[in-house]
């Protein structure tokens, strides 16, 4: 049946003439002249959010079990591999190309689509545009983790960058029927976040908790990550990877006043991120929590990233502040709830997404690009009655969306790994080996 | 004396554990281990070649019990592990003496 199965990829393959790229409209005649330091600024950004791939796998891999973790940097590998594929192939085409409000319809596999940005090149834009898609499919990998089968998750990245972020993405990017409405989200807090994080939720929820997760009380007990160093490095390569993901947004480099406020207003609401949350942590429960004071880094930076274009740098403080508050709680929340989110994925990027989203409306500055004044700025509730309007159907669309998906994939061929897989671990199961092998892994409770 | 060694799978620990501290017994201790099981066997994959595993991981413990505990010990042990899978080995073997290092008390009065 593989054989076969082998054989058919083979010819499609085989059946894609490699002409078909060489009539690329944007190195015809008709081209505009390329500015050289704009390309090569979308092309630097896009290798700082293609790092944050590295990001997210150790984050991932650090606070799950070493039993798991092979498993989740395959998903991880994969998801992008797989995005940057579907991507290619339709993603670009429904969230960039010509079409109506819902959804593009022309530029699959990159045919007959111009670049949209003045002067760069479409394949530079088209990689900075692969790599959201890649954050926001790997988002999904840490709620889902140690419990969800290698195949299904496969079958999800596929549909999330093929379909479903490129929706959203059109509706808010693409010039769809949000940004008519003036919905306004600069580098993704709902977009790329608030979808990765909703999703999370989703594939949580149907999932269920991970075995032990709850006692018969629905009391929380803890499954410790295995490598603290992993997650902590992971966090200071999304930090770093950030600064592509926000300023690389401009797609510029023509207003440097723009740029510089933005990377400033990314750093510090990273570190007011990291600071409160730890804050809370330590009097919320007595101790300064080494892995809630990372997700609070990780918060801050979720919840700056739609007004980081358009808020002062202490307007910036006060959003990565209150997403290191919000982190907190929502971890709590979910707990309460008897989510089991193993990474903190929906409380960091879900609830801090939207978090980020209705900020604009608070602070935003129509000076610097916002749609109006935000509430505590001198302007009304309209920006903030906007941005709640785009996130509830945004993400209203992606829990919808990712319903539907996860049901399909579950009656194809199963959700969720089996019982003695979970409890041999995933590494050993799905991949057939150990990720640690020469190590004795200890048990401690 | 008597000390008790009980062989069981990683995920039992926390229902054995209860089990025996509900029944007065808070003297454990545990060690991981590698054992065979029998009929047990995995393969491993990699890089194109295989290999036969066949030592997965257990936990050991050992509580040291007078003789009139004995009884008691086994049946919170076997409580625990039928709660939690229902599967482990427990061995009964003599203790000849111990002692509480940094009082000196002896024997039956230590456990």
Not at chain 1, 149 to 171: D, E, M, N, R, T
């Amino acid at each position: 049946m593989y054989r076969r199965a082998f054989i058919v990829v083979l010819a499609i393959l085989l059946s894609i003439s490699p002409d078909a790229f060489a009539q690329d409209a944007t190195t015809g005649v008709e081209a505009p002249a390329f500015n050289a330091l704009d390309t090569f600024w979308v092309i630097f950004a896009a290798i700082l959010v293609f790092f944050m791939q590295a990001g997210f796998g150790l984050v991932e891999a650090g606070l799950v079990r070493a039993k798991n973790a092979g498993n989740i940097l395959m998903k991880n590998l994969m998801d992008f591999s797989l995005a940057s594929l579907a991507f290619l192939a339709v993603g670009y085409a429904v969230m960039w190309g010509q079409g109506n409000s819902f959804i593009g319809t022309e530029g699959w596999f990159l045919i007959g689509v111009e670049t949209p940005v003045e002067g760069v090149p479409l394949y530079a834009f088209w990689l900075f545009q692969a790599a959201f898609a890649g954050a926001a499919a790997t988002i999904v990998a840490g709620g889902v983790a140690e419990r969800m089968k290698f195949s299904a998750y496969l079958y999800y990245s596929i549909v999330i960058s093929a379909l479903i972020y490129p929706i959203v993405g059109h509706w808010v990017w693409g010039g769809g029927w949000l940004a008519e409405l003036g919905f306004y989200d600069f580098a993704g807090s709902t977009v790329v976040h608030g979808v990765g994080g909703v999703a999370a939720l989703v594939g949580s929820m149907m999932l269920g908790p991970r075995i032990g997760k709850f006692d018969k009380n629905g009391r929380p007990k803890v499954i410790s990550g295995h490598s603290m160093p992993l997650a902590a490095l992971g966090v200071f390569i999304l930090w770093l990877g950030w600064f592509g993901f926000n300023a690389g947004s401009t797609l510029s480099l023509s207003d440097p006043y723009i740029v510089s406020l933005i990377v400033i207003n990314t750093t510090v609401a990273a570190a007011a991120g990291a600071v409160v949350a730890m804050i809370v942590a330590w009097i919320k429960f007595g101790k300064p929590d080494v892995s809630i004071a990372f997700n609070g880094v990780l918060a801050g930076l979720v919840g700056i990233t739609a007004p980081c274009a358009a808020v002062t740098p202490l307007s910036a403080v006060a959003i990565g502040a209150i997403a290191g508050v919000l982190v907190v709680f929502g971890l709590l929340l979910l707990d309460r709830l008897r989510i089991d989110d193993p990474v903190g994925a929906i409380s960091v990027h879900g609830f801090c997404g939207i978090w980020g989203t209705l900020a604009v409306g608070l602070w935003g500055l129509e000076s610097l690009g916002a749609p109006g004044d935000g509430l505590f700025v001198g302007g009304g509730l309209s920006v903030l009655g906007i941005q709640a309007v785009g996130t509830i159907a945004c993400l209203g669309f992606v829990a919808a969306t990712m319903w539907i998906t996860f049901k399909a994939i579950d009656v194809a061929s199963g959700l969720r790994v089996s019982r003695d897989a979970e409890l041999r671990g995933l590494d050993v199961r799905e991949h057939g080996m150990e990720s640690y092998a020469g190590f004795q892994i200890f048990v401690t409770d | 004396m008597k000390m008790i060694v009980a062989i069981v799978q990683p995920q039992q620990l926390p229902d054995i554990k209860e089990a025996l501290q509900s029944a007065g017994f808070n003297n454990l201790t545990c060690t991981n281990i590698l054992g065979t099981v029998a009929n047990q066997h995995e393969e491993h994959k990699y890089r194109g070649a295989s290999q036969d595993i066949t030592l997965f991981q257990k936990v050991r413990l050992e509580i040291g019990v007078n003789d009139d505990k004995v009884g008691e010990a086994i049946d919170a042990l076997s409580s625990g592990a039928k709660e939690s899978g229902g599967s482990g080995i427990a061995f009964v073997t003599e203790l000849f003496d111990c002692v509480e290092l940094g009082t000196g008390a002896r024997g039956v009065n230590v456990l």
